[in-house]
């Protein structure tokens, strides 16, 4: 069983910055592909970043592009999405998730089986 705990969010001011985890606790997340998704209400899900298993291989959306990097930490067990000038439209709540990988970045919610329960993100203008 993979679970997932994410962190690090929060109300903000329109400019700042956050950086969010995602922690696999007793194991690690070395096996996994990952991604970053949103949810802001009455909107569908989105992927904002994922990241393959090495962490060689990155993706952005285009509304984040520049301003959201994802990444590995040393520790293998967490991922992070380090989130600046953030914007009102950001406002979402976030959630992380994982996917047995050998290669690839994965876009689609439906291709992740094991997801996290969710950090609210406040951006306020």
């Known amino acids: 069983q993979v679970q997932l705990v994410e962190s690090g969010g929060g109300l903000v001011q329109a400019g700042d910055s956050l950086r969010l985890s995602c922690t696999r606790s007793?194991?690690?997340?070395?096996?996994?592909?990952m991604g970053w998704f949103r949810q802001a209400p009455g909107k569908e899900r989105e992927v904002v970043a994922a990241?393959?298993?090495?962490?060689?291989?990155?993706y952005s959306a285009d509304s984040v592009q520049g301003r959201f990097n994802i990444s590995r930490g040393s520790a293998l067990n967490t991922v992070y999405l380090q989130m600046s000038t953030l914007k009102p439209e950001d406002t979402a709540i976030y959630y992380c998730?994982?996917?047995?990988?050998?290669?690839?970045?994965?876009?689609?919610?439906?291709?992740?089986?094991?997801w996290g329960q969710g950090t609210q993100v406040t951006v306020s203008s």
């Open positions: 998730a994982a996917k047995e990988s050998v290669v690839g970045v994965y876009r689609q919610s439906s291709e992740y089986r094991y």
């Open positions: 007793g194991g690690t997340l070395s096996s996994y592909a």
């Open positions: 990241i393959s298993r090495s962490g060689r291989r990155t």
